[in-house]
């Protein structure tokens, strides 16, 4: 089941997904800031049911690929396919219509929001009512208006957040406030869910409960996750594929075992045995 | 008139301009939450709005309420064009260029109403004819007490649509923090249009109630009056409607009592003077949230 398949394009996936277009893939991209190649020949392709993992050394780009992926940033090689459809000269938000939500390594909510709300800014796309629908309130505004807040309760009970959902977001415990990022996010309808560092700042028992939370949300929603983690108990106990990025290039790619075992991982994280030998 | 009567009729000419000073601060506010730009052509709008009320009704000859709704469409189409026009393409420049940016635009509405309709005063007919009820003894002026109405209709449906509707939902989180919001699926130029579109509807409103209460439109009325407006929203708060609306009310208090106690000359020169106190102890305004540093 585990069992990694090559694409044409020298990119992994898991073989039940074979059959299906990759939810997202990437051929040769790549970034530069200034003279730096900040990012560079950057290729893989996610599955649609696919957990992947994108780790690598501090300052390696593995955010920068997200803001890439996600369009805050415009690549200067290569191509970014979501769902079939080429992102290139697309804004941010129609790239979020096309599939990819993602959370921040730095929790990004809308502190002054209630959490409902933060919930609701996600559905934006699936109300459609306009402004005089509103102001005269009419049944349209209120029928969607209620299946909004339905939805959004329901995506709360996901993870047990349902008797929150009057609290403002910014009051929230830390871990509250990282899955509530989730749900937000899921609440856009993605086809790939970008995690960056979703264990950062977890002990033990909240990163094995966030394991769980992960796999639920993959089995619940059938969608990819691709997820920036340093806690390789993690990274190794839940990605079925794993990129590892060192100074913008992939070194590596491969299932956990695989990588664990990568001679030049094992390098780019503790440096060439020979030194100072 | 006894004290108590004069000390109503204070209060209720405060009220009347405090209104229209919080419609027009709730436009400042606005757009200074979702793109941090102090929007210095606000005020102009309202003088456009007079001149269409004038227009429609002095030269166009039509019903009172169809100059409203020309002055009020009028405002809200200038709003967004100028949003297009001048705001969209600094998107992502220096704070300042976009603040030059306004002014410019500024003087511009102020030198092309001069240049179509002469640096001279028209005068604009009475919009609402409505005869003075008398409360307990005190007369309201009909038109002191459509304002308030008019304004508080408005300042509700204001609320109502940034609370419960999903574009208001936009505007709050753009607000908070554009780039999670465009990664939510929220369209930024759509939500910034809406803004505009929003705050120079209430300036329409703004306009028309003050051509109510001094009838005359010229070409500089929107500085003065935008200037005092933008004082009440750093009273209120940058950024926050509710405090738009109290500081609007406050200044307009403050004026009347200011006029009351037989010192109408340093009129302008208090809320000035009010804006530098405010700068001084509480920079954030009374209804304010301390300022930190976007990331």
């Known amino acids: ?122 559905l934006h796309n699936s109300m459609k009512y306009g402004v005089a629908e509103s102001l005269f309130r009419f049944p349209s505004y209120w029928k969607q208006e209620k299946r909004a807040r339905e939805k959004a309760l329901e995506l709360l009970s ?72 340093h806690d390789m108990s993690l990274v190794m106990g839940i990605c079925e594929g794993i990129a590892v990025l060192n100074y913008g290039k992939i070194i590596a790619k491969g299932t956990p075992d695989e990588i664990k075992s990568n001679q030049a991982v094992i390098e780019a994280y503790l440096g060439r045995q020979e030194e100072g030998t | 008139m006894s004290l108590l009567e004069t000390i109503f009729r204070q209060i209720l000419n405060g009220l009347q301009s405090g209104s229209i000073y919080a419609l027009v601060a709730l436009g400042y506010s606005m757009v200074y939450g979702i793109i941090t730009l102090l929007n210095f052509a606000h005020g102009d709008i309202i003088m456009v709005g007079a001149y269409l009320a004038w227009l429609a009704m002095a030269r166009l000859a039509l019903n009172p309420i169809f100059a409203v709704l020309v002055a009020v469409l009028g405002c809200t189409i200038l709003g967004m064009a100028i949003e297009k026009v001048a705001y969209k393409p600094l998107r992502g420049s220096p704070r300042i260029s976009l603040l030059i940016t306004a002014i410019g635009v500024s003087y511009f509405l ?90 120079s509807a209430l300036a329409g409103i703004g306009s028309v109630l003050y051509s109510c209460a001094y009838p005359q439109a010229n070409p500089t009325m929107g500085a003065m009056l935008g200037l005092k407006a933008f004082v009440a929203a750093v009273l209120g708060g940058i950024g926050s409607l509710p405090g738009a ?35 001084l102890v509480r920079p954030t305004g009374l209804l304010g949230k301390p300022m930190h540093e976007k990331v």
């Open chain 2, 110 to 199: 102020e030198n092309a109403a001069q240049m179509i309709f002469g640096a001279s005063s028209q005068s604009i007919p009475a919009i609402i004819k409505l005869r003075a009820i008398t409360l307990g003894g005190v007369q309201i002026p009909g038109t002191a007490l459509v304002t308030l109405l008019t304004a508080g209709a408005s300042m509700a449906v204001l609320t109502i649509l940034v609370n419960h509707t999903r574009m208001g939902r936009a505007m709050r989180a753009v607000s908070e923090d554009t780039g999670a919001a465009q990664l939510m699926g929220v369209n930024i130029s759509t939500t910034i249009s809406f803004t505009f579109a929003l705050g």
């Open chain 1, 1 to 122: 089941m585990n069992r990694l398949v090559p694409l044409p394009s020298r990119s992994l996936i898991p073989e039940r997904d074979l059959d299906k277009l990759p939810i997202l893939e990437t051929r040769h991209l790549g970034i530069d800031f200034g003279g730096l190649n900040a990012v560079d020949d950057f290729t893989i392709a996610v599955g649609r049911t696919e957990i992947c993992g994108l780790i690598g050394p501090n300052g390696a780009g593995k955010t920068t690929i997200f803001n890439l992926l996600t369009n805050v940033y415009r690549p200067t090689r290569g191509t970014i396919l979501v769902d079939g459809y080429d992102t290139l000269g697309m804004s941010t938000h129609q790239v979020n219509k096309l599939g990819v939500a993602r959370t921040f390594q730095n929790i990004r909510l809308f502190r002054d929001m209630t959490v409902e709300e933060n919930v609701l800014v996600g």
């Open chain 2, 245 to 279: 609306m109290v500081g609007g009310f406050a200044i307009g208090l403050a004026e009347a009592f200011v006029s009351a106690v037989g010192l109408s000359a340093w009129k302008d020169g208090v809320v000035f003077a009010i804006l530098i106190v405010v700068l």
């Open chain 1, 158 to 229: 996901l993870f047990d957040m349902q008797d929150m959902a009057s609290f403002q977001a910014g009051s929230l415990p830390y871990g509250a406030q990282r899955r509530l990022e989730m749900v937000r996010a899921l609440a856009t309808e993605p086809g790939i869910l970008l995690l960056d560092e979703p264990a950062a700042g977890m002990n033990p028992s909240e990163t094995a409960e966030l394991m769980q939370n992960i796999k639920k949300v993959r089995d619940t929603f059938n969608i990819a996750v691709m997820l920036i983690e």
